[in-house]
């Protein structure tokens, strides 16, 4: 229900025309975003007449929603061809450690472009704190733009622990996740990870290598991934283009916490 006790699938309700005008066409946006998000339209949208009658919204509330999507890259519209899609949204779960490709398998062919992959003989400072060794230890330093179907879809930066960092090296990072890598060359499962995500605007550099805008709206997720042990292994600070990619996560709901 939304804040009036009105039940939150009602089109009438929810899109009426008491409402501000802006606000139908946001909300009529936010139901579009996620339709298109899970691929119910195919490649192309029906006309706005018969939006507006499945989401009980008016023609001028859809019109007005579609050029929000517009604006963020999601769809097109051009005269005689109609709305269409740009390009798909994936989504990416937030809820199960995985790399990249093991995520989007069956989606297209994940290549990676390696821009950096050497030894660092000095940590810094706040990536051995998040990596609970010493500055002095060392690692490995890893940043790759990660490409779908020929497209670029992120810019990783991993820090990774000297020795397992120096093994990751030695394998295929072009084709590979480090995540596989890791488990392969160590014997050992990764256990868990700890992770934030930040809305962000791309900086100039950013943006150069993602193919968009400066200034265009990315995720930007900070990882810190363990082996099953506990003992943390890699670092990353991943941007990820907001226009093609989904953070997904089932949550489930447990006992609330005790109170004393």
Partial sequence: MDRSGKAAGAPAAEWGSSRPRAERARRVA????????????????????????????????VREALGLL?????????????TTVVMPKYGHGLDRLAGLAETLAGHGTVTNEVRVAEKVAILPDAVAARLEVPAEAGGVRLERVRWLDGLPLSLDTSYLTADVGAAVLAGDLVRRD?????????????????????????DPDTAALLGITAGAAVFALERLTRLADGRAVDAESIRIRADRMTLRATLHRGLPPATA
């Fill in 70 to 82: 517009r604006q963020e890259g999601l769809i097109t519209r051009r005269r005689g061809v109609g």
């Fill in 178 to 202: 480090v995540f596989g890598l890791i488990e392969e060359t160590t014997g050992s499962r990764l256990g868990r990870a700890d992770v934030a995500v930040h809305a962000v605007c791309a």
């Fill in 30 to 61: 936010d139901v579009l975003r996620q339709q298109i998000t899970e691929d119910r339209f195919g490649g192309a949208l029906p006309d706005e007449r018969t939006l507006g009658r499945q989401l009980g919204a008016s023609r001028n509330a």
